[in-house]
Protein backbone atom coordinates (compact mmCIF):
# COMPACT_ATOMS: atom_id res chain seq x y z
CA UNK A 1 0.00 0.00 0.00
CA UNK A 2 2.63 2.70 0.68
CA UNK A 3 2.93 5.74 -1.36
CA UNK A 4 -0.67 4.63 -3.12
CA UNK A 5 -2.03 7.38 -1.74
CA UNK A 6 -0.11 9.99 -3.35
CA UNK A 7 -1.37 9.61 -6.83
CA UNK A 8 -4.80 11.16 -6.36
CA UNK A 9 -2.78 14.21 -5.10
CA UNK A 10 -0.01 14.03 -7.89
CA UNK A 11 -2.62 13.79 -10.39
CA UNK A 12 -4.00 16.97 -9.19
CA UNK A 13 -1.20 19.08 -9.15
CA UNK A 14 -0.35 17.91 -12.47
CA UNK A 15 -4.00 18.76 -13.54
CA UNK A 16 -4.08 22.26 -11.48
CA UNK A 17 -0.38 23.18 -13.31
CA UNK A 18 -1.45 22.21 -16.86
CA UNK A 19 -4.91 24.07 -16.17
CA UNK A 20 -2.84 27.28 -15.26
CA UNK A 21 -0.48 27.08 -18.32
CA UNK A 22 -3.81 26.75 -20.87
CA UNK A 23 -5.45 29.86 -19.28
CA UNK A 24 -2.14 31.89 -18.80
CA UNK A 25 -1.80 31.09 -22.48
CA UNK A 26 -4.67 31.57 -23.90
CA UNK A 27 -4.84 35.27 -21.99
CA UNK A 28 -0.82 35.46 -23.38
CA UNK A 29 -2.06 34.92 -27.22
CA UNK A 30 -4.70 37.60 -27.03
CA UNK A 31 -1.96 40.62 -26.30
CA UNK A 32 -0.81 42.41 -29.01
CA UNK A 33 3.28 42.70 -29.01
CA UNK A 34 2.66 46.57 -29.52
CA UNK A 35 1.24 46.99 -26.25
CA UNK A 36 4.51 46.40 -24.56
CA UNK A 37 4.40 49.20 -21.84
CA UNK A 38 7.34 51.92 -21.69
CA UNK A 39 8.92 51.80 -18.49
CA UNK A 40 9.88 56.08 -19.37
CA UNK A 41 6.77 57.03 -19.53
CA UNK A 42 5.93 59.46 -17.20
CA UNK A 43 10.35 59.41 -16.74
CA UNK A 44 12.76 62.37 -18.01
CA UNK A 45 13.19 61.60 -21.56
CA UNK A 46 17.09 60.38 -21.69
CA UNK A 47 19.74 62.56 -22.27
CA UNK A 48 21.78 62.72 -25.17
CA UNK A 49 23.80 64.75 -27.81
CA UNK A 50 24.16 63.73 -31.28
CA UNK A 51 24.72 65.12 -35.09
CA UNK A 52 22.25 66.67 -36.92
CA UNK A 53 21.50 64.31 -39.30
CA UNK A 54 22.30 67.49 -42.66
CA UNK A 55 24.63 69.05 -40.92
CA UNK A 56 26.62 66.92 -38.67
CA UNK A 57 29.03 70.12 -37.16
CA UNK A 58 25.61 71.36 -35.11
CA UNK A 59 24.57 68.70 -32.22
CA UNK A 60 21.28 68.33 -31.32
CA UNK A 61 19.94 67.65 -27.19
CA UNK A 62 16.50 67.32 -26.17
CA UNK A 63 17.87 70.51 -23.77
CA UNK A 64 16.96 72.24 -26.72
CA UNK A 65 13.42 71.92 -26.30
CA UNK A 66 12.49 72.58 -22.81
CA UNK A 67 8.94 74.52 -22.76
CA UNK A 68 8.03 73.09 -26.08
CA UNK A 69 5.63 69.89 -26.22
CA UNK A 70 7.22 67.54 -29.00
CA UNK A 71 7.24 64.53 -30.91
CA UNK A 72 10.22 62.16 -31.60
CA UNK A 73 9.86 59.79 -33.80
CA UNK A 74 12.44 56.63 -34.23
CA UNK A 75 12.60 56.21 -38.09
CA UNK A 76 15.24 54.25 -40.81
CA UNK A 77 15.87 54.30 -44.41
CA UNK A 78 15.76 50.51 -43.99
CA UNK A 79 12.29 50.21 -42.45
CA UNK A 80 9.57 49.68 -44.57
CA UNK A 81 7.01 50.63 -41.63
CA UNK A 82 8.27 53.87 -41.77
CA UNK A 83 7.56 54.49 -45.30
CA UNK A 84 3.96 53.19 -44.56
CA UNK A 85 3.36 56.17 -41.82
CA UNK A 86 5.72 58.45 -43.48
CA UNK A 87 2.67 60.13 -45.69
CA UNK A 88 0.77 60.29 -42.27
CA UNK A 89 4.30 62.45 -40.68
CA UNK A 90 3.97 64.60 -43.86
CA UNK A 91 0.45 65.53 -43.24
CA UNK A 92 1.19 66.39 -39.81
CA UNK A 93 4.19 68.06 -40.15
CA UNK A 94 2.22 70.22 -42.65
CA UNK A 95 -0.41 71.10 -39.50
CA UNK A 96 2.30 72.67 -37.86
CA UNK A 97 0.12 71.17 -34.48
CA UNK A 98 3.47 69.88 -32.92
CA UNK A 99 7.16 70.22 -33.47
CA UNK A 100 8.25 66.60 -34.45
CA UNK A 101 11.82 65.38 -34.25
CA UNK A 102 13.72 62.41 -36.37
CA UNK A 103 15.94 60.10 -34.72
CA UNK A 104 17.56 58.60 -37.58
CA UNK A 105 18.52 54.77 -36.18
CA UNK A 106 21.23 52.62 -36.95
CA UNK A 107 21.53 53.74 -40.67
CA UNK A 108 24.04 55.37 -43.06
CA UNK A 109 23.52 59.27 -43.32
CA UNK A 110 24.07 59.39 -46.98
CA UNK A 111 20.94 56.78 -46.99
CA UNK A 112 19.12 58.49 -44.40
CA UNK A 113 19.50 61.83 -46.12
CA UNK A 114 19.14 60.34 -49.92
CA UNK A 115 15.51 58.78 -48.70
CA UNK A 116 14.10 62.13 -46.95
CA UNK A 117 15.04 63.58 -50.46
CA UNK A 118 13.20 61.04 -52.17
CA UNK A 119 9.97 60.90 -49.75
CA UNK A 120 9.84 64.29 -48.23
CA UNK A 121 11.55 65.41 -44.71
CA UNK A 122 8.46 66.22 -42.04
CA UNK A 123 11.23 66.52 -39.49
CA UNK A 124 12.05 69.73 -37.89
CA UNK A 125 15.68 68.45 -37.93
CA UNK A 126 16.70 64.44 -37.60
CA UNK A 127 20.25 63.18 -35.51
CA UNK A 128 21.71 60.36 -36.57
CA UNK A 129 21.89 57.65 -33.89
CA UNK A 130 24.39 55.14 -36.12
CA UNK A 131 25.28 53.15 -33.70
CA UNK A 132 21.95 53.11 -31.66
CA UNK A 133 23.03 53.91 -28.59
CA UNK A 134 20.02 56.64 -27.45
CA UNK A 135 17.72 53.96 -29.32
CA UNK A 136 18.81 51.69 -26.90
CA UNK A 137 18.11 54.59 -23.97
CA UNK A 138 14.83 55.33 -25.17
CA UNK A 139 14.04 51.57 -25.03
CA UNK A 140 13.23 51.21 -28.78
CA UNK A 141 12.86 47.39 -29.82
CA UNK A 142 12.00 48.66 -33.59
CA UNK A 143 11.04 51.11 -35.62
CA UNK A 144 9.42 53.00 -36.30
CA UNK A 145 8.69 54.45 -32.81
CA UNK A 146 7.39 57.67 -31.46
CA UNK A 147 7.92 59.47 -27.92
CA UNK A 148 5.72 62.50 -27.04
CA UNK A 149 7.66 65.03 -24.94
CA UNK A 150 5.90 67.17 -22.77
CA UNK A 151 7.16 70.84 -22.29
CA UNK A 152 9.37 69.55 -19.38
CA UNK A 153 11.18 66.94 -21.10
CA UNK A 154 9.02 64.34 -19.27
CA UNK A 155 8.15 61.04 -21.87
CA UNK A 156 4.01 60.83 -21.75
CA UNK A 157 3.76 58.56 -24.29
CA UNK A 158 5.48 56.17 -26.64
CA UNK A 159 3.37 54.78 -29.95
CA UNK A 160 5.02 51.59 -31.49
CA UNK A 161 4.80 50.81 -34.76
CA UNK A 162 3.64 53.23 -38.01
CA UNK A 163 1.10 56.01 -36.58
CA UNK A 164 -1.79 55.83 -38.16
CA UNK A 165 -4.07 58.53 -39.11
CA UNK A 166 -6.87 57.01 -36.55
CA UNK A 167 -3.77 56.81 -33.42
CA UNK A 168 -2.77 60.44 -34.53
CA UNK A 169 -6.41 62.01 -34.37
CA UNK A 170 -7.75 59.75 -31.85
CA UNK A 171 -4.19 59.15 -29.09
CA UNK A 172 -1.30 61.47 -29.90
CA UNK A 173 -2.90 64.82 -31.23
CA UNK A 174 -5.37 65.08 -27.97
CA UNK A 175 -2.24 64.48 -26.04
CA UNK A 176 -0.34 67.28 -27.73
CA UNK A 177 -3.21 69.27 -27.68
CA UNK A 178 -3.53 68.65 -23.41
CA UNK A 179 -0.05 69.13 -22.84
CA UNK A 180 0.32 72.55 -24.51
CA UNK A 181 -2.62 73.40 -22.21
CA UNK A 182 -0.47 73.13 -19.36
Same mark, same amino acid.
Given at each position: MGRRWLWPLVTVAILGTAAALVTLLAVGLK?? +??????? /?????? +??????? /?DNPQVNFSPEDLRGQVWMLNVWASWCVSCLAEHPVLLNLAQTGRVRLYGLNYKDKPEAALAWLRRHGNPYVQSMSDIDGLVGIDFGVYGVPETYVIDKAGVIRHKHTG???PQALADVLLPLVEKLNAL
Open positions: LS +PRDVPSP /LINQNA +PAFRLPQ /LPIT
